[in-house]
């Protein structure tokens, strides 16, 4: 397995050992963090294995993540006007 994809099955690994820590502020500093790392290891992977294996790669972490895409959907949806 190449160095980009360990390292995304490294992040995945570790974005749910910190789901199963508890957290006072619903995990929310933990998605940021995740996201921070996550995004240069989705470039990484795209880099090395093309733009499918990119998408697969951002589709499991907006699996993983999915709340604040969701938050982040909905602001996009006010700002935008759309209903």
């Known amino acids: 397995m190449s160095l980009s994809l360990t390292l995304a099955c490294l992040w995945a690994v ?11 502020d619903n995990h929310w500093r933990a998605a940021y963090a995740l996201i921070v790392a996550g ?10 294995h093309g733009p499918v294996a990119g998408l697969l790669v951002m589709a499991a972490g907006i699996s993983i993540l999915r709340w604040p895409v969701v938050h982040l959907s909905r602001w996009l949806r006010e700002r935008s006007g759309v209903e």
């Open 14 to 24: 570790l974005a749910n050992l910190l789901a199963m820590l508890p957290s006072r």
């Open 39 to 48: 995004i240069p290891i989705l470039g990484f992977v795209t880099f090395q």
